[in-house]
């Protein structure tokens, strides 16, 4: 429900809270650059001065996403063993017959393919399912399914 505060995984919380520092890091250095108002440039200096002030309000927009995402989140906790949650590792099977294993994350810091964002199309399906459910979700190539084969064993493990 979107009223409860969703959970959040210890390695997810600190993705946030790094990327939190970052970007005020970053609006320190953008907000320094702002001339003064009253300072008389050409066209450029006003074009630059209006791009760093759209540069400052998209900060400022994820800024407080991330804040309201720390302050709704109870952390996680262990994932769930019974069904498929935010910290879970999933074997599925695709209608294709080849099975991979993900891990499903809250975020995704750099391109991993044995992770699968909980927001994706494919995690959000996956979420709260058992092995043996079947689920529906969009791909690149139109809907997709895919059958829950096994929970908790990690990417890479052998059977």
């Given amino acids: ?43 450029a200096d006003e074009a630059d001065e209006l791009q760093r002030a759209d540069d400052l309000q998209r900060l400022d927009a994820r800024i407080s996403e991330i804040t309201t995402r720390l302050r709704g989140a109870d952390t996680a906790g262990p994932p769930p063993t019974d069904r498929v949650g935010v910290g879970s590792t999933v074997t599925v099977r695709f209608a294709d017959g080849t099975e991979e294993t993900f891990q499903v994350s809250e975020t995704a810091e750099e391109l991993d393919p ?12 996956l979420l709260g399912h058992r092995p043996g459910d079947t689920v529906a979700y969009s791909a690149p190539g139109g809907r997709a399914t895919a059958v829950v084969v096994s929970l908790g064993q990690s990417p890479g493990a052998g059977a």
Avoid: F, K, Y
């Fill in 114 to 125: 044995s992770l699968v964002t909980a927001d994706s199309p494919l995690g959000r399906a």
């Fill in 1 to 43: 429900m979107p009223s409860e505060p969703a959970p959040i995984s210890d390695a997810a919380r600190h993705a946030l809270e790094q990327e939190l520092a970052d970007l005020h890091t970053e609006r320190r250095t953008v907000a320094a650059t702002l001339q003064d108002s009253s300072a008389v440039g050409d066209r």
